[in-house]
């Protein structure tokens, strides 16, 4: 483990502004992404989430927009090196698979805002989770000002992540392919900046 104080290398800036970040290229994931649905695309997505030594992880939940109102997580994402696993969990019963990937020791699952989502995920359904990261918290500790994942991506990837389809809703039936490449590139930056934090000795 490296010292969770040691300074940040020379070429990483502690924040990006957000007229550096419009200046940085977008980039959308483009690898093969599967939307789970079927009994054979799971056996498919734990052979591949399971070899996997750390995964990209995010959750997307439909937005609220009055006071009081909240939802339970509707999309769980994994990314690994060959794909993206999308599920969505509010359409098909995934608790016991996801109930082994979080509480593998062996599987790091690396996101931001960890606690959030695991929090909101154990609304539905109970599980003790190990090997979790959370990136934005890396982040802190080694003296960033931001860690969202969008500011993390501009400032370890050289890369801008659009928002488009922020809040958009993820409970629908059917995906866009814009919320479908959307939520791809989230838990896939995340495996990326796991991959850079680790090269910088930030992790």
């Given at each position: 483990m490296t010292d969770p104080a040691a300074a940040l290398p020379l070429e990483i800036a502690e924040r990006i502004s957000r007229e550096a970040m419009n200046d940085l290229p977008i980039l959308r994931y483009e690898g093969t992404v599967h939307l789970v649905a079927g009994a054979s695309d799971l056996q498919r997505a734990m052979q591949d989430i399971c070899l996997a030594d750390v995964v990209?992880?995010?959750?997307?939940?439909?937005?609220?927009?009055?006071v009081g109102e909240s939802y339970l997580p509707a999309l769980v994402q994994f990314a690994t090196a060959d794909a993206v696993y999308l599920l969505q969990v509010q359409k098909q019963d995934y608790s016991a698979e996801m109930r082994e990937i979080f509480s593998s020791a062996r599987i790091v699952k690396a996101g931001v805002s960890v606690s959030d989502d695991v929090r909101n995920l154990k609304k539905s359904f109970e599980f003790e989770e190990r090997a979790m990261l959370d990136l934005g918290k890396v982040a802190k500790r080694h003296g960033l000002k931001q860690s969202g994942v969008r500011n993390l991506a501009g400032i370890f990837l050289g890369m801008r992540i659009p928002k488009g389809a922020k809040t958009t809703n993820w409970a629908a039936q059917r995906l866009t392919s814009q919320q479908i490449t959307y939520a791809a590139t989230d838990a896939w930056a995340c495996r990326e900046l796991y991959l850079r934090f680790r090269q910088l000795n930030l992790i």
């Open positions: 990209g992880f995010d959750t997307e939940t439909r937005p609220a927009f009055r």
